[in-house]
């Protein structure tokens, strides 16, 4: 674990220098070295002499894991006035993106009052390959029976921040939208989108007899969210899981951060959901709204983030060649290396700072920075921002010494061309219990079965402009793009037989296409039900 200790000036901002990359040597002399310790006596100076002035507050970054997959960044920002501590969880479950999105800002903002720990991204893998599971829901892990995965090693680190503040707020994005009555298909008792979760209305914490009104807190939030969004469809209500009583339909929930937070360390704690259905920037600002509003309630005082949804994109590397002096390689560059060459990714520059891998295709894993790698071959860094490709470096072999050169060519989001567009995993939900499905594999449901394509994971490409396909269903009669990703299906009555494999309704495809070519397959095969 590496940790770091900042100190903010000018509301939290430190000392940046953007689009540049210097080469510093352990040792400097001379007028270099003049210089760096003439900044130095400056910045002393500044400290001592106008502390108000020149420090806004403290804060801290913590990387847990550094180098991995599953690297966890952890900040904390320390109000100038003590308060209350509130833990902001973002993107345990790595395909909602409004909840990692929207922790984002909070690790950069200014408080007058009270203390924050943000977690953008608690599960930095499941991430970057867009799914929710990796190797088991990283929010089912906070039970005592939980197997040694990474997952579990990033749940004993959120385990102990949780019992360093006063409330949780585990960001998410649900399906549908909640209400307490049905309504119709997307929008009923069953639903999460759109509302605030709590595991009770009331618990009474017995280590200190203090009574905790989750209901009340929650309900009052909502209040105050809902007067900033004119929509009444898209208003928050509190959803009460009841997770520990016996009738709950939610009992999967006591293996959830929320409840260990709740009946273990007796912090309050909530799971905001905005709905999956929403356009993102509106997930993200709905996201901003509830955290302002607990953060009013709990009487921290802070500066409002804003809200930076604009497209990311890499701007240069910094690659280190048989660990010689870096060099600066810019986006959709390439970098001549000769055969047995290493390499080292030693910082990416792009229009964000958090959130970012490097990719080196064929080698390594899916987060290759500060790595070494023998080159033997011609190959691609491909720079992301979460899930989002963001930028690429080519990597080609030549008998001369290293250099870069300007690349023309595909766009980011292409592969490689000796690597199509092709599917990893489905993603659905069988009567609400989520199932992963391997490209090309059969799935047999009884007819009537509720079935969800919930999303689609990828061996290359993008997923995001790709279609996917149930074919024998219309989702939107209105407008049939083909796009069939988050209809509920009843596959009793929703189903067109003619489009069936065998033409008798009982054996249907699901096909992914990217530009109108299969990349990818699932076969659902339904059998009658038992009398």
């Known amino acids: 674990m590496r940790k770091k200790r900042l100190t903010g000036w000018v509301c939290g901002k430190g000392f940046d220098v953007k689009g540049s990359f210097q080469y510093h040597p352990r040792e400097t002399t001379g007028q270099e070295g003049f210089r760096w310790r003439s900044f130095f006596c400056l910045l002393v100076f500044l400290l001592l002499f106008f502390p108000d002035d020149a420090r806004c507050q403290r804060r801290t970054h913590e990387i847990f894991f550094e180098g991995t997959d599953y690297e966890l960044n952890v900040y904390r920002i320390y109000g100038e006035r003590p308060g209350k501590t509130l833990l902001l969880i973002g993107g345990i479950q790595g395909d909602e993106p409004g909840g990692f999105l929207s922790a984002d800002p909070y690790a950069d903002i200014c408080l007058s009052k009270g203390n924050l720990i ?75 989108g759109q509302s605030l ?51 709950s339909p939610h009992k999967e929930q006591r293996k959830s951060a929320t409840y260990y937070a709740l009946f273990t360390c007796g912090v309050p704690a909530f799971g905001i959901e905005t709905s999956k259905s929403l356009p993102l920037e509106l997930k993200v600002r709905h996201h901003n709204l509830a955290i302002n509003a ?32 870096p060099v600066v390689v810019g986006n959709q560059q390439t970098l001549y290396v000769q055969p047995g060459d290493t390499i080292m990714i030693s910082h990416i520059e792009a229009n964000y700072e958090r959130g970012l891998t490097a990719d080196l295709i064929g080698f390594g894993t899916i987060s290759d920075v500060r790595k070494k790698f ?66 090309n594999e059969r799935v047999t449901l009884v007819k009537g079965d509720l079935f969800e394509i919930v999303d689609v994971t990828a061996e290359n490409g993008d997923p995001s402009v790709w279609v996917v396909n149930f074919k024998g269903f219309v989702g939107d009669r209105r407008s ?11 596959t009793a009555k929703d189903l067109l037989s003619r489009y069936s494999i065998d033409k008798q309704g009982r054996s249907y495809p699901v096909v992914v296409t990217y530009q109108n070519a299969e990349v990818g397959k699932l076969f659902v095969d339904l059998k009658e039900p038992r009398n």
Not at 203 to 218: F, K, S
Not at 219 to 227: E, K, T, Y
Not at 309 to 315: A, G, M, V
Not at 481 to 490: K, Q
């Open 118 to 192: 943000v977690v953008p991204r608690a599960n930095f893998h499941s991430i970057v390959l867009r799914q929710r599971i990796v190797n088991q829901d990283m929010n089912r892990q906070f039970d005592e029976e939980a197997r040694h995965t990474y997952e579990t090693k990033v749940v004993s680190i959120l385990k102990r921040l949780i019992q360093e503040s006063d409330c949780l707020l585990n960001l998410h994005d649900g399906s549908g939208f909640y209400s307490d009555t049905w309504e119709n298909q997307d929008r009923n008792p069953l639903r999460y």
């Open 294 to 325: 607990f953060m009013d309630r709990l009487g921290i005082v802070q500066e409002t983030p804003g809200v930076n949804l604009d497209p990311p994109e890499l701007d240069y590397l910094v690659i280190a060649v048989n660990e010689e002096l």
């Open 197 to 247: 979760i709590a595991d009770a209305e009331v618990h009474m914490n017995p280590a200190t007899g203090e009574e905790i009104r989750l209901g009340e807190m929650a309900r009052a939030v909502a209040a105050r969210i809902n007067s900033q969004i004119e929509n009444s469809e898209h208003h928050f209500r509190f959803n009460n899981h009841r997770s520990r009583e016996a009738e």
């Open 374 to 439: 023998s080159i033997q071959r011609e190959t691609q860094i491909v720079v992301r921002k979460d899930y989002y490709p963001c930028g690429k470096v080519t990597i080609s072999l030549r008998s001369e010494p290293p250099r870069v050169l300007q690349t023309k060519g595909r766009t980011d989001s292409e592969p490689p061309r000796d690597q199509k567009p092709a599917v990893k995993t489905f993603r659905i939900q069988i009567n609400g219990k989520e199932k992963v499905c391997r490209n």
């Open 480 to 490: 049939n793009d083909g796009e069939d990703r988050g209809f509920v299906i009843n």
